[in-house]
């Protein structure tokens, strides 16, 4: 029955708590990949960052083995979302369907490319709000992108004991 599903199957109770270790390196990690996109952009007089950043954040450094984590799952997925966002907004114009049929365009992509990136798909909302010209692809998301993984690449592998990326 529908209802019983809203239930959901385990309580929140169940749910392991992390380590606190785990924690404080997912919380500095996120301070640190934002604040080098964010001091990068400063000094070249650019905007680097995106809202959906923060949320990549929590997966590079708080869940860095997911496959939704990877360097490729985050540049790529970034790209193909922002670059779906202004596809749809030129073409249609800032419509309430349009905005739609780009947010599941770029899920629907991200799969068939297998670079699923969950903050990615909020790109063509910021794009449809914003309304920006055609270089939000490069700046800011391809760059910090970019930049937000190569953070993730030294602070990872320095503060942890496993790899980081998982694969490319």
Same mark, same amino acid.
């Given at each position: 029955?529908?209802? /019983?599903? =809203?239930k959901g199957e385990?309580?929140?109770?169940?749910?392991?708590?992390?380590?606190?270790? /785990?924690?404080?390196?997912?919380?500095?990690?996120?301070?640190?990949?934002?604040?080098?996109?964010?001091?990068?952009?400063?000094? =070249?007089?650019?905007?680097?960052?995106?809202?959906?950043?923060?949320?990549?954040?929590?997966?590079?450094?708080?869940?860095?083995d997911l496959p939704?984590?990877?360097?490729?799952?985050?540049?790529?997925?970034?790209?193909?979302? @922002?670059?779906?966002?202004?596809?749809?907004?030129?073409?249609?114009?800032?419509?309430?369907?349009?905005?739609?049929?780009?947010?599941?365009?770029?899920?629907?992509?991200?799969?068939l490319t297998r670079?699923?990136?969950?903050?990615?798909? @909020?790109?063509?909302?910021?794009?449809?709000?914003?309304?920006?010209?055609?270089?939000? =692809?490069?700046?800011?998301? =391809?760059?910090?992108?970019?930049?937000?993984?190569?953070?993730?690449?030294?602070?990872?592998?320095?503060?942890?004991?496993?790899?980081?990326?998982?694969?490319?």
């Amino acid at each position: 029955m529908f209802l /019983n599903k =809203l239930k959901g199957e385990t309580s929140a109770a169940s749910v392991p708590k992390p380590p606190l270790k /785990n924690v404080a390196l997912a919380w500095l990690g996120g301070c640190l990949a934002i604040a080098v996109v964010a001091k990068v952009g400063d000094g =070249l007089s650019l905007q680097l960052v995106l809202g959906s950043f923060g949320a990549s954040c929590v997966l590079v450094f708080g869940f860095p083995d997911l496959p939704f984590s990877q360097p490729r799952n985050v540049v790529v997925g970034h790209f193909i979302s @922002s670059l779906i966002g202004l596809c749809f907004l030129a073409l249609f114009g800032p419509t309430w369907w349009a905005l739609a049929l780009a947010v599941g365009t770029a899920i629907a992509c991200m799969m068939l490319t297998r670079t699923v990136h969950p903050p990615a798909g @909020s790109n063509p909302v910021i794009v449809f709000l914003t309304q920006p010209a055609w270089g939000f =692809l490069w700046f800011p998301t =391809l760059t910090g992108a970019l930049l937000l993984v190569l953070v993730a690449l030294v602070y990872n592998n320095l503060a942890r004991p496993s790899a980081y990326p998982k694969y490319w």
